[in-house]
């Protein structure tokens, strides 16, 4: 539990934390059927979850635990040729809850160290097959065709992480006290500090969708680098509307906006802000420089030998997937920490991703008569966010007659 | 864990117990997937299964955590015309899974008193929509179809209702020894224990299906009752070859061989030896007459209503749906302890159950031929055990001339 607080306190904002991933996040609907995943080490928030969501008139709540010593156990023990198989029966039935109506929610607590010493190729192979068993299943919520959302549970691998000179109960107290600011369970009145949060998202998202800007570009002094976007692309974040008509918020905490760079269209050079952490190695001080969309040069103070490898796995990798603005002033990035975690330090600053982009980021309209490679979104097989904001990031809007317009300043918006 | 036990040894012999689950009991195959049901208490002993079993060569282990604070608050917080819903989705999830060749292991770990409060009413409806929703998934273990297994686990709970008056620490120990030697695990070889039991189980189940007896004759100087059995019944206990072709061994712990009673053709009086434990009362010195296989006239000294209630809920509730022969010997009997589990409890003595019959139980030649109706099985929406079994009882079988055979003496097997 957080420094300076007693248990009831903790307990009190471990509901609020829960009440907000109901009521902000999967927004569910009286009568609604619920599947929540988590490790059994946050069946404390889980409980909440599950209290809040009857007394909101779930019809069935059901939470299918994740086990990190039975996940550790396999590629500890089990036969090496068994893992290519994934149990599919398990996704054909949480589809079958999403197509008669049920909504999701991922509770995230992460084990950054479980499978150290797990050799890559093992781990991509059972990962691989459990995305190729549970491909259907995934565009439930990657297509947003039920609402959905996502809520972080710090366990004591995770704390471990982040702050490895602790010692672990005071660690999981620190780590708790961050999560609770950058997810605004802080603020006196959560629930109406996201709906605020959520109008200003919406509202810079709308902007720049009505803009139509054909590139950004970012200058601090040291980068300068100009990001094509694609054809026809659409600004996420904020609120998403999910098939069924319900609003939600996907990611708890969020931030950012982002939309699909152009694959060709990148130029420039970029010095990543913060450090990257990739599978057990930590990258910084990373520059990278594009022409026409691809990476041509690479330089890192730490980890270039993996970061090149792995922009070199495959013909997308050394292109852009994505592009996302975050303000300086986001709890997340205030917080100064790298949480290696995606669904923090993704939001922590203004960030580009090699490798794959999302289909969400398409509009609809133009998908209906062009493909997304005629879009120019980037296809592969890996999805690396990099953060390059920082207190004097500008960044400029292009249109498509070549004017400039402010649309972060000193690493805030101006929008 | 166990009086007079350290942690190693404790930890021991629970690796032993998910040793013999899966060696014994499952009887899990290279190559084969295993789903695995659980409470999260248990844990730890999942954990053991998952280990072991991936290193026989398991092709996955998935365990479907049960969380009994979310079974708990369902009933609390959910709206009322909820509870008619069970998830269908997982159990048709599951099913997939047998159909493809997976087996099946169930953690037993009770919550005696979970839902004390709560109206049967509701309690019935619930399990009504989990039965009707659950149904084919069941059939793969009530039928044999796949090779599956049942192994306790001590909760809190459990121990509490079982040793109401001593420390919950001290209580936990105490039902874990009696679990540990009840499932042989103090024996020095366990898995050979267990290929002796199962032999002799085996041995006099081959007998009495051999001999075709017509009825039993149980009787001790206050007991005289003849017990009809079915037409075509079958005698099944100890081990179990499913439809897959692997032997396996149901429920650990086991004492008893059972069949199925003429629902017509039972007649004489019988004193229970052991208290009933149904819904939170006891019910005590229960005494029941027969004629022409119907109940009429029922004495307690504790729960006469509510025993004689539950026999009146259907028209076969007040009829017997099998026979189970227990020796007086068998260390769940010795034991002396009431476990409040049918597991345990089924397996401490002689008994007869009123209501439903099992199919396993009417031998498959003859319901080629003839409906279960037609040999004489009972129906009904009950199924509850009552001890008889005691030191002193003797047990005849009847044959079609009438010649009566020794089988029992003084609780004891003389076959």
Known sequence: MPVNMNAAEFENRLSKLAGLSLKVGVNLQQGQELIVTAPIEASALVHRITRIAYRQ?????TCLYEDPEMIHDRFAYADDKTLDYAPEWI????????????????????????LSGVSTDKIVRAHTAMANASEVETRFTSESRINWSTVPFVTDSWAKAVFPDLPAEEASQQLWRHIFDATRISCPDPVHAWAEHNRLLDTRRNFLQHRKFVALHFYDGRTDIRVGL???????GGTVVAANGVEGICNIPTEEIFTCPHKDRTNGRVFFSKPLALAGTLVDNLCVEFRDGTVVSVKAGKGQEIF???ISCDAGARRLGEVGLVPNSSPISRSGILFYNALFDENAASHLAFGQSYAACL?????????PEEAGANQSSIHIDCMLGND?????????????EPVMRGGEFVI
């Open 57 to 61: 008139g779930a019809k069935f709540v």
């Open 91 to 114: 996704y054909r039935g949480m589809s079958g809850a999403f197509e008669n109506g049920a909504a999701r929610l991922y509770v995230v607590g992460p084990y950054p160290d479980l």
């Open 230 to 236: 694609a054809d026809g692309h659409r600004w996420v």
């Open 308 to 310: 090149e490898k792995l």
């Open 363 to 371: 509009a609809t309209e133009f998908l209906s008569a062009n493909t």
């Open 392 to 404: 004097s990031m500008s960044v400029d809007g292009i249109s498509g007659t070549g004017r400039a």
